[in-house]
T-cell receptor
């Protein structure tokens, strides 16, 4: 599985957009980009995923560069409840025995009033 | 919420004793995972399973074994608990297909303390 690189921490003002970057320069054509977040000591929660097109859901938007070597998770209007550790992960899209799901260190997002 | 339950939620055990943690799912998902989380290390994969009786090692598998005799249960065993295995353990499940969304769902975690 491709490795990812994220900044260890970021701050964002409440109500503003939070843009969390992720580098995955060794990603292969068969790998999706997934984003999860972990609030306090809870289990991680799925946010969004994509292959090569930009994606949007009720929680966030995902922008993937054309070469797929990096992506940005956008929380359009961050709230205090969005304070969490955000993980960017890549994994194979096809069913296979190599279904490992490897987390990196993630980015700690602090949303400030 | 996905049907995934970890038991026990909290456990204190003595060094050298065997410990088994259970992960139970009601989603019939193919993949199941065990992670540990320690301060400064994020989530680290211990073992995972891609089907009944099919398991593989993760990043930090030494001192741990797993078993999956049926789809719904994935057991993690610490063969002889050590203080370094004090951690929070998370189980996750995933249905992995190019047709499915294939996100993973996580349990609430088990806090294990080895004294």
């Amino acid at each position: 599985d491709a490795k990812t690189t994220q900044p260890p921490s970021m701050d964002c003002a409440e109500g503003r957009a939070a843009n969390l970057p992720c580098n995955h320069s060794t990603i292969s054509g068969n790998e999706y980009v997934y984003w999860y977040r972990q609030i306090h000591s809870q289990g991680p929660q799925y946010i969004i995923h994509g292959l090569k097109n930009n994606e949007t859901n009720e929680m966030a938007s995902l922008i993937i560069t054309e070469d797929r070597k990096s992506s940005t998770l956008i929380l359009p209007h961050a709230t205090l409840r969005d304070t969490a550790v955000y993980y960017c992960i890549v994994r194979f899209k096809e069913t296979s025995n190599t279904g490992k799901l490897i987390f990196g260190q993630g980015t700690t997002l602090q949303v400030k009033p | 919420d996905a049907g995934i339950t970890q038991s026990p939620r909290h456990k204190v055990t003595e060094t050298g004793t065997p410990v088994t943690l259970r992960c139970h799912q009601t989603e019939n998902h193919r993949y199941m995972y065990w992670y540990r989380q320690d301060p400064g290390h994020g989530l680290r994969l211990i073992h995972y399973s891609y089907g009944v009786k099919d398991t593989d090692k993760g990043e930090v598998s030494d001192g741990y074994s797993v078993s999956r005799s049926k789809t719904e249960d994935f057991l993690l065993t610490l063969e002889s608990a050590t203080s370094s295995q004090t951690s929070v353990y998370f189980c996750a499940i995933s249905e992995f297909s190019y047709r499915a969304r294939a996100e993973a769902f996580f349990g609430q975690g088990t806090r294990l303390t080895v004294v």
